[in-house]
């Protein structure tokens, strides 16, 4: 199985104030949103601003250190981090579980960006920069569809393996479990791939707004491909891998019907459904772990 990869690199203005926390047991939390947009231009030719916003953490000293910055809301930043995943037992019970970054490294940039006002009180940088690197394992055998419009869609579920030393020197492991989707040519190219493919995935990080069975609201996180290469089933042999199969909780519905878009994506500008073009930094927000502790 492949050695994972996980990597992101986000460049944008911080929504609003960060805040620094401690659970507990002691451990400080300095939290960000991080809000961009994506210029793409679609398949008629006209540009679509896709905006996003994605929740960033830095723990222990360095959040302490970070805090000491005194960033304020509208500062643009550059951030180096990877994806986490996290799943906890919600107060109402039953499992949750959501995708954000794990920030390594946070600098602020040394200009002024253009802001845009969001809807809910926040701004968000009007460009930046949104970049994901992923390798890891095919979960599931994935389904080539087709939206009413024609356009080909590949959903992929990914494992991606953590390993790391604790601080007695026990090696420890982690799996993100990840979703992807590909679209048009490159969802036709990969429909072959199956469950255990070790893949390459490069793409940006989006935002999904959705309805659950119960009528809940709901917000997740997931990525958008732009290129994957299928890897040899021995690469990274030897290294430890995470297993190609999980449970995964608040996935998108699949009743979701995407537009036509650019760079293999749909444009959120143009769907007025419970995907995330209208998305602003409140929505979604108390989907995430409660504070009693970190998931992770």
Do not use: C
Not at 149 to 166: K, Q, S, Y
């Amino acid at each position: 199985m492949a050695r994972g990869m996980n990597h992101v690199y986000l460049i944008g203005a911080l929504a609003r104030d960060p805040e620094l926390r401690y659970t507990p047991s002691g451990t400080a939390v300095f939290e960000a949103t991080i809000a961009g947009e994506d210029h793409v231009i679609g398949n008629d030719g006209r540009e679509r601003k896709l905006p996003w916003y994605h929740r960033v953490s830095i723990l222990g000293k360095p959040a302490e250190w970070q805090a000491e910055r005194n960033l304020k809301g509208g500062d643009a930043v550059m951030v180096e981090g990877s994806v986490e995943y996290s799943q906890w037992e919600a107060p109402e019970g039953g499992k949750r579980s959501m995708v954000r970054v794990k920030a390594l490294r946070m600098e602020q940039l040394g200009y002024i960006p253009e802001l845009v006002q969001d809807a809910g009180g926040g701004v968000r940088m009007s460009s930046g920069m949104n970049e994901v690197i992923l390798i890891g394992n095919v979960t599931r055998d994935p389904e080539l569809r087709y939206t009413p419009a024609g356009d080909a869609v590949l959903g992929l579920g990914l494992a991606v393996n953590e390993t790391w030393n604790d601080r007695q020197g026990q090696r420890q492991e982690k799996t993100h479990w990840i979703d992807v989707t590909l679209w048009r040519d490159l969802a036709e190219r990969m429909k072959d791939l199956r469950k255990g493919d070790p893949v390459l995935v490069q793409g940006r990080l989006v935002n999904e707004a959705w309805t659950d069975r119960d009528g809940n609201k709901r917000n997740s996180t997931k990525v958008e491909a732009t290129r994957v290469e299928a890897l040899s089933r021995g690469a990274g042999a030897g290294n430890p891998a995470a297993t190609p199969a999980g449970p995964r909780t608040q996935t998108a519905s699949s009743a979701a019907r995407p537009q036509s878009g650019s760079y293999g994506q749909p444009s959120r500008a143009a769907n007025t459904g419970n995907r995330s073009g209208g998305l602003d930094i409140d929505q979604g927000l108390d989907d995430f772990p409660p504070d009693e502790d970190l998931p992770f």
